[in-house]
């Protein structure tokens, strides 16, 4: 695989790994979304961001160890056990939020902004699962069943706000 195609795939975990910018870039939308009078939206998207708890709470009903591939520090919240992916759960929560906001007439503007939302949604959704099993930490069913999870919870997500 060329160099540049395996960086563009493997930065995809780059967000999931840093929780001041997780941190940041949330409070970015829900300031957004209060400022713009989307109080309901505010409150789901914090539910989004808490789908990293509920992953927490998946990893300890399985407790699957890690892989002998993984360099992550396995003492942090979540990195304890690989089974179902954090991050798969977390992104489709988060970003499928993002993008299924998206649609919604005028939330983000008709501009270079809602578009990029969506770019960066596709871009973080689909590539997530390839780039956990290139950096080692996950296997491919750890991977397809975060989907399964993180789908079942934006399902709800969702739903809550129709």
């Known amino acids: ?36 009078g989307y109080l309901k939206e505010a409150g ?8 990293l708890l509920y992953s927490v709470l998946l990893k300890n009903i399985f407790k699957i160890p890690r892989l002998d591939t993984y360099v992550g520090d396995p ?14 759960i977390f992104y489709v929560c988060f970003w499928g939020l993002l993008l299924f906001l998206s649609f919604k007439k ?10 990029l939302i969506r770019i960066i949604s596709v871009y973080h959704i689909i590539l997530i699962g390839v780039s956990r099993v290139l950096i080692g930490a996950h296997t491919v069913q750890d991977i397809v069943v975060g989907y399964i999870f993180g789908g079942i919870y934006l399902a709800v997500l969702i739903y809550l706000s129709r």
Do not use: C, Q, W
């Open 1 to 36: 695989m060329p160099v540049f195609l395996k960086v563009f795939i493997e930065s995809a975990s780059f967000f999931g790994n840093s929780i001041p910018i997780v941190a940041v870039v949330s409070l970015s939308f829900i300031a957004y979304f209060i400022a713009s």
């Open 44 to 51: 789901i998207f914090l539910l989004a961001i808490l789908s």
């Open 75 to 88: 003492t942090k919240l979540g990195d304890m056990y690989r089974f179902p992916s954090s991050h798969v």
């Open 106 to 115: 005028g939330f983000f503007g008709d501009g270079l902004a809602v578009n």
